[in-house]
């Protein structure tokens, strides 16, 4: 079974610093990670996804995240915050042919 | 590439109704997703389909919701005898090897 927990269900920065985001995951066979983002009252948009290969990810809108498999860990972060990242994000881990698990979500304000 | 497209984007509808909302995923997509999102809360996992079979079903999925993809192409999710509790998002996502496209939702309001 695959698991995901993400610490801290609501995240505050001020605009320009510096954004993480927590994701823990469980899974017994090697995990593919994910983050979404999600706005109100909109679907889920893909800000990054790990399969194999390096384990430095790079998103769009300036994200990025590292898996640490010693740590089961796949954080996001962002060097500066903008207003308009201000959103719920969510962490989901799968496998090669499964179904995704998603993470109970951050929500992320910005402030100016 | 118009992405999924699910419609309607909302629905309102009272107690003990029956609701229908429909998924066109992208048409090379074979994997059809569909999932639940209350408020403050990840998706969760209803059902899925590879083509037109329904490989999966989740113990959230009662025996009052059933999906269907006839054709292997769009995707009909249908509640009979709806209740509060059912109101939620219902996601639909479809999928290469590559990952999922997520539309953007029907949210369900059961009055």
């Known amino acids: 079974a695959q698991s995901v927990t993400q610490l801290g269900s609501h995240v505050s920065v001020s605009e320009g610093a510096l954004v993480l985001l927590r994701c823990n995951y469980s899974s017994s066979v090697p995990p593919y990670l994910f983050w979404y983002v999600q706005y109100p009252n909109q679907g889920l948009q893909l800000l990054l996804k790990y399969t194999t290969g390096a384990t430095l990810v790079k998103g769009i809108n300036g994200f990025e995240a590292e898996f640490k498999k010693s740590e089961t860990s796949f954080h996001l972060t962002k060097p500066s915050a903008h207003m308009s990242d201000a959103a719920e994000y969510f962490c989901?881990?799968?496998?090669?042919?499964?179904?995704?698990?998603f993470g109970p979500g951050t929500r992320l304000s910005v402030l100016p | 590439d118009t992405g999924v497209s699910q419609d309607p984007r909302h629905k309102i509808t009272k107690r003990g109704q029956n609701v229908t909302f429909r998924c066109d995923p992208i048409s090379e997509h074979n994997r059809l997703y569909w999932y639940r999102q209350t408020l403050g809360q990840g998706p969760e996992f209803l059902t899925y389909?590879?083509?037109?079979?329904?490989?999966?079903k989740s113990r959230l999925l009662s025996d009052r919701f059933s999906a269907e993809r006839p054709k292997g192409s769009f995707s009909t999710l249908e509640i009979q005898r709806t209740e509060q509790g059912d109101s939620a998002m219902y996601l639909c996502?479809?999928?290469?090897?590559?990952?999922?496209?997520f539309g953007s939702g029907t949210r369900l309001t059961v009055v």
């Open positions: 389909f590879q083509n037109e079979a329904q490989l999966e």
């Open positions: 996502a479809s999928s290469t090897r590559e990952g999922y496209t």
């Open positions: 989901a881990v799968s496998s090669y042919g499964q179904n995704f698990v």
